[in-house]
């Protein structure tokens, strides 16, 4: 239904024809703030993401609707002028993947159109913003026929994230995105971009995610502060170890120099050095069929995410805490930066009925209104849809 719907509303505001792309967006299973560390993060990309209908223009400008946004209207700039605009708002995502685009030397040289409708839940950090990049790259790259790879297209999102948007964000986001795989989850080394595809197989279980329903602005949270503590940890590690990046110590390593750091900032690079260890064996367990392993490590991300790193909150630890008491409930943690946003737990088919309704009541007693939430399917990565799917 989605994407006739989609597709009509493209005639509807451009009054033409035009062709369909989706990008999914993501969760991650564990691995959090590992990414800027140089760990391993283990993300997959999910059946909710951002459709596109997009088609050329004879002239040079360039127009973006989103049917999320009705009320902004058709956000309009030219082919030569994609600088940032505050005003633009939600569209500067799109104008700097075009942007970097034209910059790296793609010829990109008249106007398109182009529609986006996205079921992802607004600012509940799933990743709609990689998924816009995303959608935005392959649009581009099929309108124009270019030669670019999708490596180059992820790099390009996450410039855009962080040189146009300003957030100081790792690679991940664009990367599940742009990589995934049905019923895959993608192991993913962020310091060398090495990546292994696992499967996912979740044994009659399935993911659940659980959305707080309180807004989190990655820019706005303390991501860059938790980024910067991290930076100091390494700085005053280096007079001893010779790193780049938490993400290369082993936890040996790090509790034999641990000493040396002030309390605060030990807290937040034990959690880095020890998530990024959880990762791996949480990525060698599911390979070996052991899912009840699996989800006590995801239990551990989350303590470790609340107690060292201090990134959950009341919200999340509701969520997290009130599905580890439930049974069929394998493992569950918050997914993404935390301050809100979503938690995700991996719940057998039979009790799943069940652990949304208690979940969901517990929340709405503690926290005063109402979580959602959805079941994940596990998908392919940003794609063109053919034009006469329906």
């Known amino acids: 239904m989605e994407k006739q719907k989609v597709k009509s509303l493209f005639e509807s505001v451009f009054k033409k024809e035009g062709i369909l792309f989706f990008a999914p967006g993501r969760i991650n299973l564990i691995g959090e703030h590992t990414d800027y560390n140089g760990g391993h993060v283990f993300p997959c990309a999910i059946s909710l993401g951002t459709y596109g209908v997009a088609s050329l223009r004879e002239d040079d400008q360039v127009r973006f609707y989103s049917e999320n946004f009705p009320d902004k209207g058709i956000i309009s700039c030219t082919v030569n002028e994609l600088d940032y605009r505050k005003k633009d708002d939600w569209a500067n995502y799109p104008k700097g993947v075009i942007r970097y685009l034209k910059d790296s030397g793609y010829a990109i040289n008249q106007g398109m159109d182009i529609l986006f409708y996205g079921n992802l839940p607004n600012g509940a950090g799933l990743s709609s913003s990689a998924s816009i990049e995303m959608l935005t790259g392959v649009i581009v790259k099929d309108l124009f026929q270019l030669e670019v790879s999708r490596l180059e297209l992820i790099k390009l999102g996450q410039k855009v994230e962080n040189a146009f948007i300003g957030v100081n964000s790792g690679i991940m986001d664009q990367f599940a995105v742009g990589m995934g795989k049905k019923d895959h989850a993608i192991l993913l080394d962020c ?125 999340l630890d509701i969520l997290v805490e009130t599905a580890w008491q439930l049974p069929g409930v394998v493992g ?44 994940a399917d596990i998908s392919d990565g940003a794609t063109i849809l053919e034009e006469d799917e329906t």
């Open 191 to 315: 310091q060398t971009l090495d990546y292994e595809l696992v499967p996912l197989e979740l044994q009659a279980h399935k993911i659940v995610i659980m959305n707080t329903n309180k807004r989190r602005e990655l820019a706005d949270s303390k991501y860059n502060e938790r980024r910067q503590e991290c930076e100091e940890a390494v700085k005053i590690l280096n007079q001893a170890l010779s790193i780049q990046a938490l993400g290369e110590l082993t936890n040996e390593e790090f509790t034999s120099h641990a000493e040396q750091l002030p309390p605060l900032m030990r807290k937040r690079a034990k959690h880095a050095v020890s998530e990024n260890i959880r990762t791996l064996e949480a990525a060698a367990a599911l390979k070996q069929g052991k899912l009840a392993a699996f989800g006590k490590l995801m239990n551990e991300s989350h303590e470790s995410l609340r107690d060292d790193y201090e990134v959950t909150g009341v919200e």
């Open 332 to 375: 569950a943690r918050m997914t993404g930066a935390g301050f809100g946003g979503c938690a995700i737990a991996i719940v057998e088919d039979a009790h799943i009925d069940t652990f949304i309704q208690q979940v969901g009541q517990r929340y709405q007693e503690k926290i005063g209104y109402a979580a959602d939430f959805y079941i």
